[in-house]
């Protein structure tokens, strides 16, 4: 049986003093915790205070501020072929650079070459973006003072927009509206905007001037008109300083060859002829395939304006210097002189050293027989020409790129023994 005519009189000692020990115990482990809570309370105020007396800490980013002096321009699509050499230009000229760009065109690469020859703080800054989300769109803005964007993110090729329409409605008109809402709401004031001479369609007279009637017969030209008329709507009753440039077919790579272009394998076949050219030169694919050999041309193949992207740059800055507010300036940016694609493989065959072989097709759709420039506008106004009008001469430059970048921007290809 248990115990239970234990006398209630005795005393306690050992339950007592084992409460008195934990008592103790409790009240110790209390005093060491509040003593932690301190320290941890002092060391951090000591991190906060070394933290605010270190450089940079309390001063905001010099690109959220606007600094006199210095332009800070945003480049959508400053990753790819004709953003990156814009952005190359800029640096030169000593603007503040914001690239911003979801890289589904452009190259990573080309970035890192522009941070390793700008790699000053406040000169260059790249945000990985898509310009169809609006929320990221209006982040960007809030936290960068702009004083200038210029919208060259685009996806632009012909053949692929007459496969793929939704696409460059998406990516050219409506990612349009959304920078421009953006620009509206943060009050940039300033658009230079990279359009086409494919707004214009097909023509019945060359040259083509800025009057000529605009009526794209494709996707990608119908996208960028669009996009135009949006722009044009808008500045009619706000004092936005607005340039559209138009320009023709772009070829050519930096000249000191930091730059090039270099587009997905998977584009390929929708690429700049100079693209196919140089593969078809360096063995990537078995020949040239020239689609279209039955317009009403001299030599049968179409016949298009080459413009370096060299002389194209310094169009969009010469825009830039001249923007005003409230005026909208639409120039076109070209040669002025029509060549043919026949013309075009003979010079890439000189240019390369290589007899590319050459295989004639039918017509690819949405293409158009003839178009070329009559650049004397943008001469006038912006005291612009195009410097680099020698075909070869600016193959040469591109193809010495191509050869020492055989796997584009990526490692080097290891050399077959």
């Known amino acids: 049986m248990l115990p239970f005519n234990r006398n209630r009189?005795?005393?306690?000692?050992?339950?007592?003093?084992?409460?008195?020990?934990?008592?103790?115990?409790?009240?110790?482990?209390?005093?060491?915790?509040?003593?932690?809570?301190?320290?941890?309370?002092?060391?951090?105020?000591?991190?906060?205070i070394m933290l605010k007396q270190s450089p940079g800490f309390s001063s905001p980013s010099p690109f959220s501020r606007h600094e006199p002096g210095m332009t800070h321009v945003l480049v959508t699509g400053g990753a790819g072929y004709i953003g990156s050499h814009a952005a190359l230009r800029l640096l030169k000229d000593s603007y503040r650079v914001t690239i911003v760009d979801?890289?589904?065109?452009?190259?990573?690469?080309?970035?890192?070459?522009?941070?390793?020859?700008?790699?000053?703080?406040?000169?260059?800054?790249?945000?990985?973006?898509?310009?169809?989300?609006?929320?990221?769109v209006h982040k960007i803005f809030a936290e960068n003072a702009f004083d200038a964007v210029m919208h060259f993110a685009a996806v632009a090729y012909v053949g692929e927009s007459t496969l793929d329409p939704l696409r460059y409605y998406h990516n050219i008109t409506s990612n349009t509206l959304v920078v421009l809402e953006a620009m509206a709401a943060h009050g940039v004031k300033t658009l230079i905007y990279s359009s086409t001479c494919a707004t214009y369609g097909e023509p019945e007279r060359m040259p083509i001037t800025e009057a000529t009637h605009q009526a794209p017969i494709n996707p990608y030209g119908k996208a960028k008109k669009m996009a135009e008329d949006i722009i044009l709507d808008f500045s009619k009753n706000s004092d936005m300083a607005v340039m559209i440039l138009r320009y023709f077919n772009v070829i050519g790579s930096d000249p000191e060859g930091r730059l090039g272009e270099a587009p997905?394998?998977?584009?390929?076949?929708?690429?700049?002829?100079?693209?196919?050219?140089?593969?078809a030169a360096m063995g990537i694919i078995p020949g040239l395939k020239v689609k279209g050999t039955d317009y009403k041309t001299p030599d049968g193949t179409c016949i298009r304006d080459y413009i370096d992207v060299t002389d194209l740059v310094d169009a969009?800055?010469?825009?830039?210097?001249?923007?005003?507010?409230?005026?909208?300036?639409?120039?076109?940016?070209?040669?002025?002189?029509?060549?043919?694609?026949?013309e075009f493989v003979e010079a890439c065959k000189k240019a390369t050293?290589?007899?590319?072989?050459?295989?004639?097709?039918?017509?690819?759709?949405?293409?158009?027989?003839?178009v070329y420039s009559d650049p004397s506008k943008i001469l006038h106004e912006l005291n612009w020409t195009a410097q680099y009008t020698?075909?070869?001469?600016?193959?040469?430059i591109a193809w010495r790129?191509?050869?020492?970048?055989?796997?584009?921007y990526g490692p080097p290809l290891a050399m077959s023994s």
């Open 316 to 342: 969009h800055v010469k825009a830039l210097v001249k923007a005003t507010p409230g005026k909208v300036g639409i120039y076109n940016v070209g040669t002025g002189k029509g060549r043919s694609v026949k």
């Open 9 to 48: 009189n005795q005393p306690r000692t050992s339950r007592s003093w084992s409460l008195s020990g934990m008592d103790y115990a409790d009240s110790k482990r209390k005093s060491n915790f509040v003593g932690k809570v301190l320290l941890l309370a002092i060391l951090t105020a000591l991190c906060i």
């Open 102 to 136: 979801n890289l589904s065109r452009g190259n990573i690469g080309a970035i890192k070459v522009l941070q390793e020859k700008f790699p000053e703080p406040g000169r260059l800054q790249f945000i990985y973006a898509d310009l169809g989300d609006v929320k990221a």
């Open 353 to 370: 050293g290589v007899d590319i072989k050459v295989e004639y097709l039918s017509r690819r759709p949405g293409d158009y027989a003839e």
């Open 264 to 279: 997905r394998p998977e584009l390929r076949e929708h690429g700049r002829i100079s693209g196919a050219c140089f593969d």
């Open 390 to 396: 020698n075909l070869q001469e600016s193959l040469q």
């Open 401 to 408: 790129w191509q050869q020492s970048h055989r796997n584009g």
